[in-house]
T-cell receptor, first 113, second 111 residues
Framework: NAGVMQNPRHLVRRRGQEARLRCSPM?????VYWYRQLPEEGLKFMVY????????ESGMPKERFSAEFPKEGPSILRIQQVVRGDSAAYFC???????????FGPGTRLTVL | DAKTTQPNSMESNEEEPVHLPCNHS???????IHWYRQLPSQGPEYVIH???SNVNNRMASLAIAEDRKSSTLILHRATLRDAAVYYC????????????FGKGTKLSVIP
């Protein structure tokens, strides 16, 4: 069974560019969660999505960040006009049911120059 | 969210058992106790979870106190691959779908 897949694993952007992070959940999972881990800090929840719906975005910064989980294809976390403070590891998790065990991907490490 | 307290770090010799404690005195009656671990430069990995009874799986055992205010993750024979940060997370999904990660316990395994 393939686990949660994230790509790219490493992403380098210059300030002001856009970053797109992709997450393919485990087979049969229709619930996706995004977390961010800043350097030397713990993981913080960002957003929870079901297919075509954002359920909880209480952890998302109010500006520049957006997420989607279309009917077909992976979930996308999009960061517009990146700044150095966006440099972090971004992890995606999926679960088969809304409050089920969350299984994490390997993460995307974003570096903003 | 229930507050958790874990030791910042622990050490174990390879092939010896390890007991990782967690206090969660404000846990609610519907919260399961989840344990995750994060190996260096990797995503968190689910280890085990339980509600009231002790639980076993191929990775570890979870011992839950009768009053549910504390629990202990038990690795029966530590290997070098078990060196990671271990997180204890009370979670029920009631009102929130997010896992709240604290600082965890950094486990070092000595060859």
């Amino acid at each position: 069974n393939a686990g949660v897949m994230q790509n790219p694993r490493h992403l380098v952007r210059r300030r002001g560019q856009e970053a797109r992070l992709r997450c393919s959940p485990m087979k049969g999972h229709s619930h996706v969660y995004w977390y961010r881990q800043l350097p030397e800090e713990g993981l913080k929840f960002m957003v929870y999505l079901q297919k075509e719906n954002i359920i909880d975005e209480s952890g998302m910064p109010k500006e520049r960040f957006s997420a989607e989980f279309p009917k077909e294809g992976p979930s996308i976390l999009r960061i517009q006009q990146v700044v150095r403070g966006d440099s972090a590891a971004y992890f995606c998790a999926s679960s088969p049911v809304p409050v089920g065990t969350q299984y994490f991907g390997p993460g995307t490490r974003l570096t903003v120059l | 969210d229930a507050k958790t307290t874990q030791p910042n770090s622990m050490e174990s010799n390879e092939e010896e058992p390890v007991h990782l404690p967690c206090n969660h005195s404000t846990i609610s009656g519907t919260d399961y106790i989840h344990w995750y671990r994060q190996l260096p430069s990797q995503g968190p990995e689910y280890v085990i979870h339980g509600l009231t009874s002790n639980v076993n799986n191929r990775m570890a055992s979870l011992a839950i106190a009768e009053d549910r205010k504390s629990s202990t993750l038990i690795l029966h024979r530590a290997t070098l691959r078990d060196a990671a940060v271990y997180y204890c997370i009370p979670y029920s999904g009631a009102g929130s779908y997010q896992l709240t990660f604290g600082k965890g316990t950094k486990l070092s395994v000595i060859p």
